[in-house]
């Protein structure tokens, strides 16, 4: 094996875009390892647990971008380099398109284009603060991926930016759909008259997928990070949200998506609710649902019905006849899944990609399948560290920060998910693995066929001691999303994956087949 690392001072790229460049490397033949990162303890740290730190990198700066490669020789290095270089300095650009100009500040960037307003910050957190307060002052909408922004620094942006009229939606704020433009981990929808507030990425994701499915649009869907919804924050940008969307015109149905809000921001939102006069759907996962509301307040406890009662609301019609059908057809491979379990097959591990999903999955088979753990829970007896041995039903949220800290979030490059999947072949406890699929702005270009082989692997490993594993699948996605929706599905459907048509359903249907 042949290494080689370059250090290239003063030179930032966000980390996603670093992340997601060297996993298209290392899938070069011939490329073992490629790292990509900026210089950071903890990214030298990675690079010294894989082989590829020296006294070099050791000596850099948080400032210096790293590009270190191991590959089966010399000649097959030098290229991985080249071709890591040639990305970064063109870009995704085509020859004879005109060059994209890049700024080092927000203030040249607003300077040059008195048009933008929205900044989107991917920069390391110690630094997404002080950008965020620039752009806000300057007049920008902001959209803060970047997270490891303390409390107080998020409520200062956020008072200011309620102060100005503007939206601060982060930090670690993923997905939103702003005029109709996906930012981040969005996808492509169409256009409608329900508005969405959500303070979780790939809840946001779902609700908006399923309006579309359903034959609803969209007109706004609004980020707000996280924490948006704790005591520290009160809500402040939820409640802005809320505001905005109540004055839009286009906007005739709000649509809000989040875990449980701390009880005195829960009040404050729905104190503001009873103001508007347009109907608003709220889905709190796992939140009260008896609360009395006033007349046009409808409560959820899922993010398939919260969908449902939107595009209801909106006037659009459902064909009852074709989900009939498919009930019917789900039910039937259902029986047949059943049929091939052995009796000690009683668990399911759910390896998700998307942290709400896996709460809303946690949700619906707390109840149904008795003992379960999870990474995502808070209660006592139920959490699970996600490095711990999983034993019995397990529900992991691969994207949470002790799984990405250094490397890709699963829905950029899911080799860690892949290899935890090829795994449960070989526990003689499991009888169904549940997998959601996210697609969209952001998200690998082919997450099904990234994955069908570790599915084959792990039905190979069971089938090698005499059993049999369901493999049940969610894709949230739309039919307009770059991964070509229709082939994603043809993919795991060839495979024999039991594909539902909502992440409530794929829960659903992994307890049917355990019991």
Avoid: W
């Amino acid at each position: 094996m042949y290494k080689k690392t370059i250090i290239k001072p003063n030179t930032y790229y966000d980390s996603v875009t670093l992340m997601s460049l060297g996993s298209k490397i290392k899938a070069v033949e011939g490329v073992k390892e490629a790292v990509v990162v900026m210089a950071t303890g903890m990214n030298k740290e990675i690079l010294m647990n894989v082989g590829l730190g020296n006294e070099e990198t050791e000596g850099a700066t948080q400032n210096d971008l790293i590009i270190a490669v191991e590959a089966r020789d010399e000649e097959t290095c030098v290229e991985a380099h080249r071709m890591i270089l040639d990305k970064l300095t063109k870009g995704s650009g085509q020859a004879g398109q005109e060059a994209e100009v890049e700024y080092k500040t927000i203030r040249h960037a607003v300077k040059d284009n008195r048009a933008a307003n929205v900044a989107v910050i991917s920069v390391p957190g110690r630094y997404a603060a002080r950008e965020a307060k620039i752009a806000l002052n300057s007049g920008l909408h902001v959209m803060m991926f970047s997270d490891n922004v303390s409390i107080e620094e998020e409520r200062e942006l956020k008072e200011l930016a309620v102060s100005k009229g503007l939206l601060m939606m982060g930090p670690d704020c993923g997905t939103a759909v702003i005029n109709h433009t996906g930012l981040c981990f969005a996808n492509e929808v169409r256009r409608g008259n329900i508005g969405v507030v959500g303070a979780s990425g790939t809840g946001l994701q779902e609700v908006i997928v399923q309006i579309d499915r359903l034959g609803g649009g969209i007109t706004q869907a609004l980020g707000t990070g996280g924490r948006d919804l704790s005591r520290e924050i009160g809500g402040l940008m939820m409640l802005h949200g809320i505001r905005a969307l109540a004055k839009e015109p286009d906007t005739e149905i709000i649509v809000l998506v989040s875990k449980p809000p701390e009880q005195s921001v829960a009040d404050k939102i729905f104190e503001l609710l009873d103001t508007l006069e347009k109907p608003v759907v709220v889905c709190f996962l796992e939140g009260d649902t008896a609360r009395k509301c006033r007349e046009g307040v409808y409560l959820c406890d899922n993010l398939l019905d919260a969908a449902r009662t939107a595009v209801k609301l909106a006037g659009v019609a459902q064909d009852a006849g074709r989900e009939e059908a498919r009930a019917a057809r789900l039910k039937e491979e259902i029986a047949g899944a059943r049929g091939l379990l052995q009796p000690g097959q009683k668990s399911v591990r759910g390896l998700f990609c998307g942290g709400t999903l896996c709460a809303e999955a946690l949700f619906v088979l707390r109840g149904r399948l008795g003992k379960i753990r999870s990474n995502v829970s808070h209660r006592d007896g139920e959490k699970i560290d996600g490095k711990e041995a999983c034993r019995g039903s397990v529900l992991l949220d691969l994207g949470d920060d002790e799984f990405t800290n250094g490397r890709p979030h699963p829905m950029i490059e899911p080799s860690l998910r892949n290899d935890k999947i090829a795994e449960q072949g070989d526990d003689p406890e499991v009888g169904v693995i549940l997998l959601d699929f996210e697609l969209g702005y952001g998200s690998h270009g082919d997450p099904a066929g990234e994955t069908v082989p570790a599915i084959r692997e792990a039905r190979a490993r069971a089938r090698a001691q005499g059993r049999e594993l369901a493999v049940v699948g969610y894709i949230c996605g739309t039919a307009a999303d770059k991964q070509d929706f229709a082939g994603q599905r043809a993919a795991l459907l060839a495979e024999g994956v039991i594909l539902a048509e909502s992440n409530v359903e794929a829960a659903q249907t992994a307890a049917d087949i355990l019991l």
